[in-house]
């Protein structure tokens, strides 16, 4: 089962988060993928996610997720419903739309905990060099929690 490869699928990034994508993009060098993914797992993991998802600019498409990245979401989107019944474009999309919810949470997780003193008004401090350090440090502390 590969529902999240079929066709041309892509993910949206909430706009109230552009300027994070960006920065973090910019400063870390990971990819906009990579970041909506940690913050998806983030998310999931501390049961946070938002109630609302606005549809910004950033996207990725999901070719872009490796195999085991792949593998974590399904087991996620199994989590949420059973995979066999993930047949449908609405289906899917209620999925997707999930991923989103927790990408979020996660996000909201970064900027309270991580980077408190370095978000304001919905921008990340553009001259600050360790966001890296910081994330690594979050995930280190929170690694012992199972399912992490």
């Known amino acids: 089962m590969d529902f999240l490869s079929e066709g041309k699928r892509t993910i949206k990034a909430d706009v109230r988060y552009e300027d994070v994508y960006t920065k973090l993009s910019e400063k870390t060098d990971m990819t906009i993928s990579e ?18 998802f606005i549809v910004g600019r950033k996207e990725l498409r999901v070719t872009y997720f490796d195999d085991t990245q792949k593998s974590v979401l399904y087991a996620i989107a199994n989590g949420l419903k059973p995979l066999s019944e993930l ?15 927790y990408s979020n949470g996660g996000m909201d997780i970064l ?13 990340l ?23 992490f």
Do not use: M, W
């Open 87 to 101: 047949t449908g474009t609405e289906a899917i999309n209620s999925v997707v739309r999930e991923y989103q919810k």
């Open 111 to 123: 900027i309270e905990d991580v980077f408190k003193d370095r978000y304001q008004d919905g921008i």
């Open 35 to 52: 970041i909506f993914y940690l913050c998806v797992l983030i998310g999931f993991h501390s049961k946070r996610k938002s109630n609302d």
């Open 125 to 147: 401090q553009g001259s600050y060099t360790k966001y890296e350090i910081d994330i690594l440090k979050y995930v280190y502390e929170n690694i012992t929690e199972l399912p």
